[in-house]
């Protein structure tokens, strides 16, 4: 039976500065995701603290706002069956240096902070992150 899911992913300002837009979303592509929808958007810090605040009590937190708000993102919607998993498989491990071959992180992750992409991780929460970037 048919299960098309909608998850959001991000692609991180490390690799827009890289010019990895369209490798990745090629990669997306060829691994069965429809790209529904697509945006190019530099945040300001206070809308990363909004939407990375479920990670708000986390050593990390100040810098991943930081960093996430430091030059323009790719956001897209992103659909399959199973999109939610099956972009975090694609994903890899969200340290590159403990992410499979053939992920995303692997291929293209800088650090843990430069990871390169983000992804929904629960069907709850791509709902949430996708109103966050696309409800107009
Ligand atoms: P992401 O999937 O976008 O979700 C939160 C981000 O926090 C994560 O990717 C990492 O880039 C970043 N991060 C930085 N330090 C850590 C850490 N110690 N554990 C988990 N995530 C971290």
Request: aromatic share 8%; with cysteine.
């Amino acid at each position: 039976m048919s299960n098309i899911e909608r998850t959001l992913s991000i692609i991180k300002p490390d690799a827009v500065e890289r010019n990895l837009e369209d490798d990745i979303k090629k990669i997306f592509i060829d691994n069965g995701f429809k790209i529904s929808k697509l945006k190019k958007v530099k945040l300001e810090k206070s809308e990363a603290e909004k939407f990375y605040k479920v990670h708000e009590t986390k050593p990390f937190y100040n810098d991943l706002c930081l960093y996430l708000s430091s030059g323009p993102i790719v956001v897209m919607i992103i659909e399959k069956d199973n999109a939610v998993l099956d972009n975090r498989e694609l994903m890899g491990a969200t340290n590159p240096k403990e992410a499979k071959d053939g992920t995303l992180r692997k291929k293209f992750g800088i650090s843990i902070d430069k990871n390169s992409v983000h992804g929904s991780d629960s069907i709850e929460n791509a709902k949430i992150e996708i109103d966050f970037f696309f409800k107009d």
